[in-house]
């Protein structure tokens, strides 16, 4: 064998090992990917375009839900313009009528102004909260 041919073959097998490595690592990542996650956005989330500004495990426009439940879990009342109200009820009308200033000045536009939905927002309220951490 000549030099030149096993140079060739040691560059053919650090190829197929670089190969293997690299597809390994994105192997790897996209399982750690699809289990951060693994929650789903509940299809209620979905008709009121939350999904827009928000997901279940990172910040888009507005906070991840999983950062509202953090937010949340230890609290029992919130305050919506100046008056304080049971943490759901509280949450229900902040989704409903919109509103800024408690995740910074980028405001949340209303979900349900006309009160059409509010056994909806409940359910959704419900679905953040108990999220883990």
Not at 82 to 99: A, D, I, T
Not at 110 to 118: E, K, T, V
Request: aromatic content about 8%; hydrophobic content about 35%.
């Amino acid at each position: 064998m000549t030099r030149r041919y096993r140079r060739w073959q040691r560059l053919n097998k650090m190829k197929s090992i670089m190969q293997k490595s690299i597809a390994g690592t994105v192997i790897l990542g996209l399982l750690i990917a699809g289990n951060a996650s693994a929650i789903e956005m509940p299809r209620l989330a979905k008709e009121h375009k939350c999904n827009l500004c928000h997901l279940i495990d990172k910040k888009i426009v507005g906070p991840s839900f999983i950062d509202v439940a953090k937010r949340y879990r230890d609290v029992s009342t919130y305050t919506y313009k100046g008056k304080e109200y049971p943490l759901r009820e509280g949450l229900v009308m902040k989704l409903s009528n919109g509103g800024a200033g408690n995740w910074g000045s980028m405001p949340m536009y209303p979900i349900d102004p006309d009160d059409l939905s509010q056994g909806d927002l409940k359910k959704l309220v419900d679905f953040i909260l108990k999220l883990p951490d």
